[in-house]
Structure formats: structure tokens, C-alpha cells
């Protein structure tokens, strides 16, 4: 029992680091006894010595012939916690002794010894309170000198010849605990934690082992640190940058781009190839999702001059122009600066003679995806006006004046086939009111309705949810199914001969279902023409004045209602007002100001005796006021008002349209009808050569002069691009001179003068008698000024 309590009072000195007290236990009591091991886990007095650090006591220790190898209930040594607790002295003298260092605690570990029961002494249970937790999984001491961020001692163990692939009980090795306790704010830590990974990666230490738990490797920790070293160094030694975890899915790329670390996410994007830039995580978000959620301006614009797709959709369908509206400053700016970057002079320090520009529609036009989802993406991302002002970018003009260019083709065929159509359709119409020959026009009528009504059913069922909701769908639809009709009937009448002899006359159904048809044929013919960028901008005021009519015409219904059916009791014994749909349709041409006065008020005795004159001429003056003066007044004034803010927004919501219309006809050419070999090769030729435009042009300038214009764009917008070329290579000159002028001059003299005042004032905080000495330092300050100047 007194052994056993020298034991105890030698471990709680060592524990205490009151080594003198322990030297004079051990000079007290020479038995071995004393490294005997105590408590639960059988800890020694090597071990308590190792853990502390204190190297005389362990070497005094060894010479009294204590066992450095020995482990405690769970296999640690004295290397392990020498190790753990990162005594780099202690560590060397251990390997000098060949103390075995493929040491590995485990729960196995305990079935290797038989230890004697629980001591009764509770002195014994005060031992090796402040070790660390045991963690049975099977780690050596490299894996805890890694995962405490011990540098020197990894180093050592290296050297050493440690295992540096060797791998706990879950798969973890060196390299993958490496840097899980590190702050990454603190800068030693951190510096620590690089010489780690560049020790173990130059002794061969395998970069891609997996966590079994997280699924992340060695790349995710030292991306999620922050750490630009550590994550080249792991990336020229083969590391693999687009590995997805097992849980999220999420990539380095996706680390660096949440965390907003823009080094560290240049020197992965080194080594990724521009198709993979796009890589989904979980969830479907890409770099340039997470980039733009954390509104990280820098990181975004990196990722998307490397290709970042803007139209990229999540699982729920936000796309990454949803994410820069929502979470990036001043979105409109930003996507701006971007634009404005792809055009850009080449070889030419200004515009002048024989000069060229590049325009880079790479941002908008998306590999392997269809060319126009960027823009419907920005379209459907924008939720005001202002922000719609965007769509007047020169690069935007551009493309779609381009992407109109490759697929008016199309569009072309389209209003020949209409033109034929409305012009059979007046044709028709016109010789069977004349009795004339009809059957030349009947025949291309019944062609051109057949091949519209084929045309109109492949829309909807190529695209139901967008052509379903389209009101020209519906127009040409009903036009060309009243015109097969009508044709149809007739050419049957024409069969019929009654019985006396004579051929039965059209019947009266059939012309209104062809007026019905040449009445909305003609609409569709109209609207059809205002989708050319000339006339565009007219069809827009056309239907933005017919919108607003309608609008206020419903807010004051009741009110002609109530006008109409007034007069239809006022004037009843006029012809025009005999039932109340008559007098509906006079009252609508009254607010014209065709009043037909006489008619309804004539100078005659009988009627001015006549019953209700005088509620009549009152009513009729308050319908004149009310409605001829107040209300039609009030629409022309809207009308004209909204035509004026249409100069404004007219030429921006005229690319709206232009763009809405071109990207619906490009998903009209990807579809598999134009693909199948149903199609003519020729055809099928045609259709691919149409469908996708180049991403990259070069426009030419010779002698200050736009002599050559490239095919599609107008010479005002080539224009628009030279002076934006021009105006980011003056940019870019002025960058280059501020860059330079950090380095030089004034920024090198004030960084001097910086430097002695930060000198001045630690000797100042040293020296209290220096501040005599203040005035003299003005007025050297004063001189390096008037030098710089």
C-alpha cells in the first residue's frame, strides 16, 4: 500500500509539473515499483512525463530502466502522447530510442492485456485527469501530430519513416486530419498546418482519401482553411478538384465559391477544364450559385469569364441571374461590367486605322444548351423597369440582332405562308360574292389552311404551356379552321343542284364564318409583320394604346350601359334605339361625337310636344359632358401620354419582345422533329445550319470608317461597339498607370514617411524624452513632401 501510494504522489507531481517534489519521491524510493502502471487505464509514469514534455525526467526514467514502449489500457505510448501534445524534444529522444512509432490505440488493444481488478485506493482515480479523451479508432502518433497541427513533430516522425498512407479504424489518414483543429484566422496556425501538408505530400502521402463519414478529402479541409498553399501544393500532387462528397455532393469549387476565397478559387479553376465549371451539386447549384448566394461580387465575375453558366437552373428552378437579382449589389451594374468586359480592341492601344474589335458572346450563348436561355433568364429574373434597361447593352443588341438573323428564315416562310393565305382567303371570298370562278383560290386556300392548321397543332405540341397561352396561336388557329370549313361547305353546295335545275345558293352562315375568318386573318397578318425590328415598335404602341382604351372603357361600362338603356326608353319610337342591342351599338357611336342630332330631336310641333322632350334633351347633354367630352378626352389623354413614355421604353421593350419571339423559335428548331429523318436531308441541313450562331465575331474599322459592317448588325450599333471597346481600353490604361504608380513616386515616399512615424511612436512608448525630438521629424516630413511634389 505505501509503494502504491508513492506511485500516486509521483504521477499527481509529474501531472502537476512539480518536478522538483518528483526528483524527490524518485531519490526517496529506488524500487521499480514506481513505473509500475496505476488506475483504470493503466497509465504510466513514462507516459505522464511524455505527455508533459519534461525530457531530463523521462531520461532519468529510462535510466532507472523504465519500458518507453509500454501502452496503457488502450495502446498509447509515451510516443503517442508525446506526439498528441506536440513536445518535439521528447518525440526525437523517443525515435533516437527506437521507440516503435506504428504505435495504434483501439478498443482491440484492451484484449492484449490482462489487467489486475479495480484498486480500491481513490487516490488512484485522481491519475491522468487531464490526459486527453481516449479515441479508440485505431490512430498512430502521425494522426494525432497532424490533427493537433504539430508541424516540427510531423516532421520528425516522417523523417522517422512513419506510415505517412497509414489509416485509422474509419479510413482517416495524416493528410485528412490534418488541419481540423487549425483557426484559420490565426496566421501561425495556419502556417503550421501548410509545412504539414507539404511534408506529408512530399513523402508520398495519397491526396485522395475519402472521409468514410463526410465523404470530403484532404482538397475540401484545405479549401474550407482558406489556405492557397496548401491547396496547390495538394493539386500538383494530383489532388482532385471536382471530387463530390457523398452527402452534399459539393465540390472544392463549391467550398471556395460559398466562402468567397477568390485565390484559392483561381488556382482551382487552373485545374479544371471549362465543361466542369458547371458542376451540381445536391441540390443542382453550381459554383456560381453558392458565389452568388453569398453575394461574393469577385468569385462570381472569376467564374463566370471561366464559363459560368448564367442560365444554370437548381432543382427548384432558380437560376443563377435569380441569385445576382437577389443577393449580389447593384445586379445591374454587375452584369453591366461583365458585358462590357467581352468587347474589347485587338492589338490596338486606340481606335484608329485598320482597327478591330472582339465581341465575346460566350456570357450569353451557353455550351451545349440553347443560345437564348441566358437572356430569357435575365428577362424573367428583372423585376422593374429600370432593371429592363439592361437589354439596351450593345452586346445584348447585338446577338439578338444576330440570332435574328440566323433564324428569320423561319419567320420568313412563315409570313409568305400567311401572305398567300389572307390574300386566297379575299380571293375566295370576294368571287363567290361575284358568283365568279372560285376554284384556284379555293384550292391554295384549302393548302395554305391545312398546312396552318399542322403548323399551329406541331406548336402546341412541341410547346403547350408557352403557344396555349399565346393569343396569335388562337388567331391563326380559329382563321385557318372557319376558312377550311367555309371552303369545304361550298365545294359540297356546289355538288347540290335543286330541283329546278339551279345550284343552291351560299348559305348565309357560311359568309359570316368567312368574314369571321378574313377579320381575324388579316389581325394575325398584322401582328405578324410588327415582329420585325422595324415595325416592332409601332405594334407595341398599337397594342399598349388598345390595352389602355380597353382598361378604361371596362372601369366606365356601367355607365354607358346605363346611358343606352336610358335612351332605349327615351327614344323608343326611333328605329335606332327599338330593342336594347341596337341602342348599345348607336351609344358607342355617339361617343364619337356622331350624335345624329335631328334624328333624335326634330323641329317639328308634334315633337316637341312629344312625351318625355324635356328628360330627353337633359339626359342627352349629360351623355355629351360625361362621356363624348369627359370620357373620350380622358382615353386620348392616356393614349398620347403612354405613346410618350413609350419614346423611353419603346426600343427596350421592343428587344423584350424580339428576344421572347427568337428564343421560341429556336426551341422550335431543337426539337426532335427537325432532328428525325423524317425531315429531307436538305432540309434537315438547313434547320442546323440556322440553329446555332458563332459566339465569337471580329468587326472591322479601316480609316476611321465602319466600311465593313458585319451582316445583321445596323452601322448605329457598330458604332455602340467601337466606343465601348474604346472606352475599356482607356480603362484599362488608366489601371495600368494607377497600378504602376503604387510602386513609385509619391506612394513610395508617403510609405517611407508612414514607416518613421510607426518608428517615432515605439520610440516614443520606449523613450518618454524622444517627443523633444518631434519637431525635427516634421520638418524632415516636410521636405520629403515638397520632394515628391
Not at 154 to 163: D, E, I, P
Not at 349 to 366: E, H, Q, T
Not at 462 to 478: C, D, G, N, V
Not at 593 to 620: A, C, H, M, Q, W
Amino acid at each position: 500500500m505505501e509503494d502504491n501510494k508513492n506511485r500516486v504522489k509521483l504521477m499527481l507531481a509529474i501531472e502537476n509539473d512539480e518536478i522538483e517534489k518528483a526528483l524527490e519521491i524518485l531519490e526517496e524510493d529506488n524500487r521499480k515499483d514506481l513505473l509500475e502502471p496505476l488506475g483504470l487505464l493503466r497509465i504510466t509514469v513514462v507516459h505522464l512525463v511524455a505527455w508533459k514534455g519534461h525530457l531530463n525526467l523521462l531520461k532519468k526514467l529510462y535510466e532507472r530502466g523504465a519500458n518507453i514502449n509500454t501502452s496503457d489500457k488502450i495502446g498509447r505510448s509515451a510516443l503517442f502522447y508525446a506526439a498528441h501534445a506536440g513536445h518535439l524534444e521528447v518525440t526525437q529522444w523517443l525515435l533516437k530510442k527506437n521507440s516503435f512509432k506504428e504505435s495504434r490505440i483501439g478498443i482491440d488493444s484492451c484484449c492484449r492485456h490482462n489487467f489486475p481488478m479495480q484498486s480500491k485506493n481513490k487516490d488512484d482515480c485522481l491519475v491522468g485527469q487531464d490526459l486527453p479523451v481516449p479515441e479508440c479508432c485505431g490512430r498512430t502518433p502521425l494522426h494525432q501530430a497532424a490533427r493537433n497541427n504539430h508541424s516540427d513533430v510531423v516532421k520528425t516522425l516522417v523523417k522517422a519513416g512513419s506510415n505517412v498512407n497509414a489509416q485509422d479504424e474509419r479510413g482517416n489518414t495524416a493528410l485528412l486530419l490534418a488541419g481540423h483543429n487549425v483557426n484559420s484566422n490565426d496566421v501561425i496556425e495556419m502556417s503550421k498546418f501548410v509545412e504539414i501538408i507539404d511534408v506529408l505530400v512530399s513523402a508520398k502521402a495519397s491526396t485522395n482519401v475519402i472521409d468514410s463519414n463526410t465523404g470530403l478529402t484532404a482538397l475540401h479541409h484545405a479549401t474550407r482553411l482558406g489556405s492557397p498553399e496548401a491547396v496547390k501544393k495538394l493539386l500538383d500532387d494530383d489532388a482532385w478538384p471536382l471530387f463530390q462528397c457523398a452527402d452534399t455532393k459539393s465540390t472544392p469549387l463549391h467550398v471556395a465559391a460559398s466562402d468567397g476565397n477568390l485565390e484559392v478559387l483561381i488556382i482551382l479553376l487552373k485545374k479544371i477544364r471549362r465543361e466542369y465549371v458547371d458542376i451540381r451539386d445536391k441540390i443542382g447549384q453550381t459554383a456560381l450559385h453558392r458565389a452568388c448566394y453569398q453575394g461574393h461580387r469577385e468569385c462570381a465575375r472569376v467564374l463566370i469569364d471561366y464559363g459560368g453558366n448564367l442560365s444554370a437552373e437548381t432543382k427548384s428552378g432558380v437560376t443563377v441571374i435569380d441569385a445576382v437579382f437577389a443577393h449580389i449589389q447593384n445586379p445591374t451594374s454587375f452584369l453591366t461590367d461583365i458585358m462590357d468586359s467581352c468587347v474589347q480592341l485587338i492589338g490596338q492601344k486606340n481606335i484608329g486605322k485598320d482597327a478591330r474589335i472582339s465581341v465575346d458572346f460566350g456570357i450569353l450563348a451557353p455550351r451545349r444548351e440553347l443560345q437564348t436561355n441566358v437572356i430569357i433568364a435575365l428577362i424573367a429574373a428583372i423585376s422593374n423597369d429600370e432593371q429592363l434597361a439592361i437589354l439596351h447593352h450593345p452586346l445584348i443588341e447585338t446577338f439578338l440582332c444576330l440570332k435574328w438573323a440566323k433564324l428569320r428564315f423561319f419567320f420568313f416562310l412563315l409570313v409568305v405562308l400567311y401572305a398567300f393565305f389572307v390574300l386566297s382567303l379575299s380571293i375566295f371570298a370576294i368571287t363567290l360574292l361575284r358568283k365568279s370562278n372560285y376554284f384556284l383560290p379555293q384550292i391554295i386556300l384549302i393548302l395554305c389552311s391545312t398546312i396552318l392548321l399542322l403548323y399551329n397543332s406541331a406548336q402546341v405540341l412541341m410547346l403547350p404551356r408557352h403557344y396555349m397561352k399565346q393569343f396569335e396561336t388562337w388567331l391563326s388557329f380559329i382563321s385557318a379552321a372557319l376558312s377550311f370549313m367555309a371552303c369545304m361547305i361550298v365545294n359540297n353546295l356546289r355538288l347540290i343542284i335543286d330541283t329546278k335545275g339551279e345550284k343552291i345558293p351560299t348559305p348565309e352562315f357560311v359568309l359570316h364564318l368567312i368574314s369571321i375568318a378574313i377579320l381575324l386573318g388579316w389581325i394575325q397578318m398584322m401582328l405578324l409583320i410588327g415582329r420585325f425590328p422595324i415595325w416592332g415598335y409601332y405594334a407595341l404602341m398599337f397594342s399598349t394604346v388598345l390595352s389602355n382604351i380597353l382598361k378604361v372603357l371596362l372601369a366606365f361600362i356601367c355607365m354607358v350601359f346605363g346611358f343606352a338603356l336610358s335612351f332605349t326608353v327615351l327614344f323608343y319610337e326611333n328605329e335606332q334605339f327599338h330593342d336594347c342591342w341596337r341602342a348599345i351599338v348607336k351609344t358607342t357611336v355617339m361617343m364619337m361625337g356622331e350624335y345624329d342630332y335631328e334624328n333624335l330631336f326634330p323641329y317639328n310641333t308634334k315633337s316637341d310636344k312629344s312625351f318625355l322632350g324635356f328628360t330627353s334633351r337633359v339626359i342627352f347633354l349629360g351623355f355629351v359632358i360625361l362621356v363624348s367630352m369627359v370620357l373620350m378626352n380622358l382615353m386620348i389623354g392616356l393614349a398620347v401620354n403612354d405613346i410618350q413614355g413609350l419614346q423611353k421604353m419603346g426600343h427596350i421593350r421592343q428587344l423584350l419582345k424580339q428576344a421572347e419571339f427568337v428564343a421560341h423559335l429556336e426551341k422550335l428548331t431543337y426539337h426532335q422533329i427537325f432532328k428525325s429523318n423524317l425531315l429531307h436531308p436538305w432540309l434537315r441541313t438547313i434547320v442546323n445550319s440556322k440553329r446555332v450562331m458563332p459566339t465569337k465575331i471580329v468587326l472591322h474599322c479601316r480609316d476611321n470608317n465602319l466600311c465593313e459592317s458585319f451582316r445583321g448588325i445596323s452601322v448605329e450599333l457598330i458604332e455602340s461597339l467601337f466606343l465601348l471597346a474604346s472606352k475599356n481600353n482607356q480603362q484599362n490604361e488608366n489601371y495600368l498607370i494607377g497600378f504602376k504608380s503604387r510602386y513609385t513616386g509619391t506612394n513610395v515616399m508617403s510609405s517611407l514617411i508612414n514607416l518613421q512615424e510607426q518608428v517615432h511612436q515605439l520610440q516614443k512608448l520606449r523613450n518618454p524624452s524622444i517627443s523633444k525630438k518631434r519637431s525635427k521629424l516634421r520638418g524632415k516630413r516636410t521636405v520629403c513632401k515638397k520632394i515628391t511634389t
